[in-house]
């Protein structure tokens, strides 16, 4: 039981650390997929996949097929989260619609009294419910929005919140560049834990990708968490990630990403190791697609994410 506290202080503290503060809805910091984990989360500017709408909703509209998502991610002991995103067969003015869902639960823990008696046990969890919708300004051009209600959860305590996400997508004529801006946790607080109201962890993201000529490469790029508060502005532009992910053959993709902000927001009290380094595969069939994506924070913290891909 103890080991478990531990892990959820060294998660958190990493998350409020990235954040420049501490949080309740930091969780909201470690969305996304497989294949956004291998490449580090740079993935503002990825087509046709369900799962970047976690990082900009605009991406939606280029969604064409395997239109329902599930991930599972594995922390340590029985620390366990999980999403599920699908596009949904309904339309409005040519624009698409999606939902989705992100759930973390931490287990159950044992309630104690100041001399350590055990009596009865409790548990925590976080969720985040989506609803997405995207449009085109122009045939290379794309804007999209989503909804999310937020509720994290510990034994009878709870803090609620809504938030907004905003983001733009424009895809050059050549064909093989993008280009993405997204605005993620715009909000308030519906109730805290405390009385007190804090802020969300807004992540303001720009970046672009490029299909390389002459080579199975797609490499990415991303700043992130842009908003952040730094003590110079020119601090925020160290929040970047970059990933490639190289095919090969029709059915196998190999992935790997660098997100320099884990890598720096890591203190000499921890042990670095690869923090920082992801790596994943991709294997793609007739009937679904699954994914592995692996992302280390310390020495002693590696995250695990399992996904599959299909059409409903």
């Excluded at 503290?13 to 490449?39: C, D, H, M, P, Q």
């Excluded at 500017?45 to 599972?72: G, H, K, M, Q």
């Excluded at 790997?256 to 294997?283: E, H, M, P, W």
């Excluded at 592995?292 to 299909?310: D, E, K, M, P, T």
Aim: charged share 20%; glycine share 8%.
């Amino acid at each position: 039981m103890r080991r478990k506290f531990i892990i959820i202080i060294i998660l958190t503290a990493l998350s409020a650390t990235i954040a420049k503060s501490e949080n309740t809805f930091n969780f909201l910091r470690l969305a996304g997929n497989a294949r956004s984990s291998a490449l580090a989360g740079s993935f503002v500017c990825i087509e046709n996949d369900i799962n970047a709408i976690y990082f900009n909703p605009a991406t939606l509209w280029t969604v064409e097929d395997r239109d329902f998502s599930v991930t599972f991610l594995k922390h340590t002991l029985d620390i366990n989260s999980g999403n599920a995103s699908y596009k949904l067969p309904v339309e409005w003015m040519d624009g698409k619609f999606a939902a989705a869902a992100t759930f973390t639960n931490y287990g159950s823990f044992d309630y104690a009294d100041k001399d350590g008696i055990k009596g009865g046990t409790f548990s925590a969890s976080d969720l985040d419910l989506a609803f997405y919708y995207s449009n085109k300004i122009d045939t290379n051009f794309f804007y999209g929005a989503g909804v999310k209600f937020i509720y994290s959860g510990i034994e009878k305590y709870s803090s609620t919140a809504l938030a907004l996400d905003l983001g733009i997508l424009y895809k050059l004529k050549d064909g093989r560049t993008n280009i993405g801006v997204s605005l993620l946790q715009t909000g308030f607080q519906l109730s805290s834990y405390s009385g007190e109201n804090e802020s969300l962890p807004i992540d303001l993201r720009v970046g672009f990708n490029h299909h390389l000529m002459g080579l199975p490469l797609l490499f990415n790029f991303n700043f992130h968490h842009l908003a952040d508060n730094t003590n110079k502005f020119g601090d925020r532009f160290r929040n970047f990630s970059v990933g490639g992910e190289f095919y090969i053959g029709e059915y196998v993709d190999l992935r790997i990403g660098y997100d320099n902000q884990v890598r720096n927001v890591l203190t000499n009290n921890v042990s670095k190791g690869l923090s920082g380094f992801n790596a994943g595969v991709g294997i793609k069939t007739k009937y679904l697609d699954f994914d592995y994506g692996f992302s280390q924070y310390s020495s002693a913290v590696n995250l695990h994410r399992f996904s599959i891909s299909l059409n409903l």
